[in-house]
């Protein structure tokens, strides 16, 4: 089955404690990125990957760090979670067609 | 810089009826597509339905339609025969074709609401 994953789904942490969300794709897309969802501002892209070893800045990249050493796999990273990254994440991955397919979200609060 | 308006925070209509979500945007491309998301209580985003920017007939999913208005910017979402799993959050979002970050730019959401 074609599909985008993350993990974990949920996750409660505390400010500073360096964390890394999973992202993983099994239909060969070269795009990936992720986005996060608060309310009253609808979705907002973190960072963005156009191939293995290529990354590049979203809109609101402060607090973030990516990775794509695999074409699979797109990790988001925050190296000192703060409050204000208390969100929702999705990870997406396009087609050729430039259809984006999200993963199930997780769910990260900061205490 | 794109922007995508969706000016109905929420709508209700009755089960079997027929509803239409508004989306209005602004950009200066002249190649874009453009997508309706559906994210039900679960929080997954659901791809609806999808439009490209060069095809003028609109874009049809079964019982979901939409009527795209170029030169408007206009891309309403029409819901037919509404059912109760229609209840969820709808995004209009809107992305580039192929001229750069190729990110979906979204607007803030309209939650519609299915009665019985």
């Known amino acids: 089955e074609a599909q985008v994953t993350q993990n974990p789904r949920y996750l409660i942490t505390v400010t500073g404690k360096k964390l890394t969300v999973t992202c993983s794709q099994n239909m060969n897309h070269e795009y990936m990125s992720w986005y996060r969802q608060d309310p009253g501002l609808g979705l907002r892209q973190i960072y963005y990957?156009?191939?293995?070893?290529?990354?590049d800045k979203g809109d609101v990249p402060e607090g973030y760090k990516v990775s794509r050493k695999e074409k699979r796999n797109f990790p988001l990273i925050l190296e000192s979670p703060s409050p204000n990254q208390t969100s929702l994440y999705f990870c997406?991955?396009?087609?050729?067609?430039?259809?984006?397919?999200f993963g199930p979200g997780t769910r990260l609060t900061v205490l | 810089a794109q922007t995508v308006t969706q000016s109905q925070p929420e709508m209700s209509v009755q089960e079997a009826e027929t509803v239409t979500l508004s989306c209005t945007y602004d950009t200066s491309e002249n190649n874009y597509y453009l997508f309706w998301y559906k994210q039900p209580p679960s929080r997954q985003m659901i791809l609806v339905i999808r439009q490209e920017a060069y095809k003028q007939q609109n874009a049809t999913e079964n019982r979901f339609s939409v009527n795209f208005q170029k030169a408007a910017k206009s891309f309403s979402l029409k819901i037919s025969d509404s059912q109760l799993g229609d209840t969820a959050m709808y995004f209009c979002?809107?992305?580039?074709?192929?001229?750069?970050?190729?990110?979906?730019?979204f607007g803030k959401g309209t939650k519609l609401t299915v009665n019985p």
């Open positions: 990957s156009m191939n293995v070893e290529v990354t």
């Open positions: 979002a809107f992305m580039k074709h192929r001229g750069g970050s190729e990110k979906l730019v």
């Open positions: 997406a991955s396009r087609t050729g067609s430039d259809t984006q397919y």
